[in-house]
């Protein structure tokens, strides 16, 4: 069984930073794929970064340039520096992790508000 678990959610506001990590556990064959989603109220859940096992990451227009994905293979985890946060990062974030049988595995998902 895969667990995925995300951390580092808070309140931060505009203009701070906040790290957020996922750390993955189980039986995890060949990962494909990690990747961050977010979702804010009444909104769809949208994908903010991903990186794939080459190392090539993409990332949202939105946050190009402010977040950055990173991975420890060693650990199994996988980071989300988030950097020059703005009020409408607010959202619950989500971590996905897709094996390449195409298996994919959602963490809960960690609050980050963006407020003065």
């Known amino acids: 069984q895969v667990h995925v678990v995300e951390s580092g959610g808070g309140l931060v506001q505009p203009g701070g930073s906040l790290r957020l990590s996922c750390a993955a556990s189980?039986?995890?064959?060949?990962?494909?794929?990690r990747s961050w989603y977010r979702q804010a109220p009444g909104k769809q859940r949208e994908r903010v970064a991903v990186i794939t096992s080459g190392d090539i990451s993409n990332y949202a227009d939105s946050v190009k340039g402010r977040f950055t994905i990173s991975r420890d293979n060693g650990k199994n985890l996988v980071y989300l520096q988030m950097d020059s946060l703005k009020s409408e990062d607010t959202a619950v974030y989500y971590c996905?992790?897709?094996?390449?049988?195409?298996?994919?595995?959602w963490g809960q998902g960690t609050q980050v508000t963006v407020s003065s």
């Open positions: 996905k992790i897709v094996l390449s049988s195409g298996a994919s595995y």
């Open positions: 189980g039986i995890l064959l060949r990962i494909f794929e």
